[in-house]
């Protein structure tokens, strides 16, 4: 059974940092793909960041790219989004996915599994 639990969430002040962890099971790294999207209050759920943990590839939304990192620790079956000078506009429920194939997309709809979420919550 796949499964995809998240952590790492909370609330922090604008221009701080937090670290984002995705414990995966039931699938191997190299045949999926990971992405890490967010929900906020009356928006549609967004891609973030995208990683093939098979080749290393990453794929950032342009909002994101230069403060977000997305990486993978396949001995520990885990994928971390390291976000960096957050922004109020961040604030959201941050899912991690997993999609078949090793091609990551920040396409919602490309996913097969989900995480529960954890909420990011960021003041001015």
């Known amino acids: 059974e796949v499964q995809l639990v998240e952590s790492g969430g909370g609330l922090v002040q604008a221009g701080g940092s937090l670290r984002l962890s995705c414990a995966a099971s039931?699938?191997?790294?190299?045949?999926?793909?990971i992405g890490w999207f967010r929900q906020a209050p009356g928006k549609e759920r967004e891609g973030v960041s995208c990683?093939?943990?098979?080749?290393?590839?990453?794929y950032y939304a342009d909002s994101v790219k230069g403060r977000f990192t997305i990486s993978v620790d396949r001995a520990k079956n885990t994928v971390y989004l390291q976000m960096n000078s957050l922004k109020p506009e961040d604030t959201a429920i941050y899912y991690c996915?997993?999609?078949?194939?090793?091609?990551?997309?920040?396409?919602?709809?490309?996913?097969?599994?989900w995480g529960q979420g954890t909420r990011v919550t960021v003041s001015s």
């Open positions: 996915a997993a999609k078949v194939g090793v091609v990551p997309t920040l396409e919602p709809y490309d996913y097969d599994y």
């Open positions: 990683i093939s943990p098979a080749d290393g590839s990453t």
């Open positions: 039931g699938f191997s790294f190299d045949d999926y793909a």
